[in-house]
């Protein structure tokens, strides 16, 4: 049986802990705020987190059946995940958010494995740890208060999702080392098993792992002949298909869950890690993608970038106050200096892959002259 969960914690205590050093930025729509904290320096917020997460999951037919939703990764203070969240200030009330933790602070397991959320879910290659973890943000437990969740809530629920991009994207960009986020796309039990398999048909065919980065302890095979699958999403480009997708959801008397959907929109090279049971929350469906930030859909991508420059440049003005750069050229030169490292950095990451490549290609040339001249050798 499942357990109450807690009362709502005091707008008090949650305004004595939202200080102004734990702001992030301001969103780009309806006027709220981003902060990240922690367990050790707000408790009382990660409290309200837990509880309002758990009313969120369990309203969608998951949940931990805790009186919050709180773990390890949330709670250990060695080693807290950072807790990404958006405030209403007008209704001093939390609206959404997401728990997140960085590469360069990421500990592996005994056995070689990354200690994140993840782990006990997916299988990470030897050539991710190497080459991807120390630049990943890693992404869970997205969530929407029930309250903006619903139509009354006007434009405060509609841009919720929007507002937790704002987030995302403001944490990525005050780390020039961190290039991607990871992160899981949860169905729940209850949805549709014809919907979600049209949907892990789709991503496997539009958005595959290759390099077989991950794969899922517990895979969910697609049951459904994938031959009728093809006939439904039979185009090879990814927008005719995508609305082939759409329609033929909507003619299941479902829609494409939210974050989902926003994740498929948001780069044309997202990586799709497979599909798993996660047997720690309800048994969900949970598939592992991986998005590079750069190469994220340039208007998605640019338009997310702007309240963490603008809140910055209005930092550097208060505490300049002699400064007589207008804001938005102040702006500028903070978003050309940013990009600027970020390219830097993404195109030295890039030139390390590609030379790892070479060289594996050349040791594999090496081996086969090695093994013709074995074999023509009395």
């Known amino acids: 049986m499942d357990e109450k969960i807690i009362d709502p914690v005091s707008r008090e205590l949650l305004l004595a802990e939202l200080t102004p050093d734990k702001k992030l930025c301001d969103t780009n729509k309806s006027d709220n705020e981003i902060y990240v904290i922690d367990c050790n320096d707000a408790p009382n917020v990660l409290q309200e987190i837990g509880r309002l997460r758990e009313i969120a999951f369990r ?12 773990d390890e990764f949330d709670t250990d203070p060695a080693h807290p995940y950072k807790q990404l969240i958006i405030w209403d200030p007008e209704a001093n009330a939390i609206l959404g958010g997401y728990r997140y933790i960085l590469g360069p ?20 290659s030897e050539q991710f740890i190497q080459d991807y973890l ?25 841009f919720a999702l929007d507002n937790l ?32 398999e049209l949907i892990q048909h789709f991503l496997w ?14 895979p969910v ?5 994938g031959r009728l699958l093809d006939l439904v999403l039979h185009d090879e480009d990814y927008k005719a298909d995508y609305r082939n997708l759409k329609d033929a959801v909507r003619k299941l008397g479902f829609n494409i869950p939210p974050l989902v959907n926003s994740y498929m929109n948001a780069s ?36 997310h970038k702007v309240p963490y420059f603008k809140y910055l440049a209005a930092r550097i003005r ?8 207008e804001l938005e050229d102040l702006v500028e030169r903070i978003s050309i200096k940013k990009e600027s490292d970020r390219e830097r950095n993404f195109s030295a990451f890039l030139n390390r892959s590609r030379g790892k490549v070479r060289a594996a290609e050349k040791n594999l040339r090496r081996r086969v002259r090695r093994l013709k001249k074995e074999k023509v050798e009395p």
């Open 205 to 218: 065919k539009h958005f595959p792992d290759p390099d077989e980065l991950a794969r899922p302890k517990r």
């Open 134 to 158: 120390p630049h990943v943000m890693e992404l869970g437990r997205s969530f929407v208060a029930p309250e903006y969740q619903s139509s009354k809530a006007g434009a405060k629920a509609i």
């Open 318 to 325: 208060l505490r300049f106050p002699g400064l007589r750069t």
């Open 165 to 196: 991009w704002d987030g995302i994207a403001a944490v990525i960009l005050g780390h020039p080392g961190i290039l991607y986020f990871l992160g899981k796309m949860t169905i729940y039990p209850s949805y549709d098993k014809t919907c979600r």
């Open 268 to 303: 044309p090279t997202m990586k799709m890690l497979g599909t798993g049971i996660n047997d720690e929350f309800f048994d969900c469906y949970d598939t592992g993608i991986m998005i590079s930030f750069e190469e994220m859909y340039a208007d998605k991508r640019d338009r």
């Open 59 to 70: 309203d969608s037919g998951g949940g931990t059946g805790q009186a919050v939703d709180l």
């Open 105 to 124: 602070d990421i500990q592996l397991q005994e056995d070689g494995q990354p200690h994140i959320t993840s782990s006990h879910m997916f299988h990470y």
């Open 221 to 225: 095979p697609v049951e459904s002949d």
